[in-house]
Nanobody, 113 residues
Framework: QVRLVESGGGLAQSGGSLRLTCAAP????????IGWFRQAPGKEREGVGC????????YYQDAVKGRFIISRDGAKNTVHLQMNGLKPEDTAVYYC??????WGQGTQVTVSS
């Protein structure tokens, strides 16, 4: 059993920034690849990006490349999603995922124009 907890969502203006955090109490995140997903109202959940377990390589969907950055903090056992240059179309509930099995409860991100 893995429990994932996202935090850091909120309201931002277009062009602003937010940093989301994924924590896993009781588990060691550095051993696993972690994905970030989002789901906007009325739309299917989509992948935003991920970070590998081995060398922390990162991958992003085209819509967020150059704006979003995924990183690890080994000391705090967390994975972050730094979101810069936010756009209204980034509005969604954001989830972190481990192994395509474990999901957090999500954190709401709302970007106003």
């Amino acid at each position: 059993q893995v429990r994932l907890v996202e935090s850091g969502g909120g309201l931002a203006q277009s062009g602003g920034s937010l940093r989301l955090t994924c924590a896993a109490p009781g588990s060691t995140l550095e051993y696993y690849a972690i994905g970030w997903f989002r789901q906007a109202p009325g739309k299917e959940r989509e992948g935003v990006g991920c970070i590998s377990s081995s060398n922390s390589s990162t991958y992003y969907q085209d819509a967020v490349k150059g704006r979003f950055i995924i990183s690890r903090d080994g000391a705090k056992n967390t994975v972050h999603l730094q979101m810069n240059g936010l756009k209204p179309e980034d509005t969604a509930v954001y989830y972190c995922n481990l192994g395509n099995i474990w999901w957090g409860q999500g954190t709401q991100v709302t970007v106003s124009s």
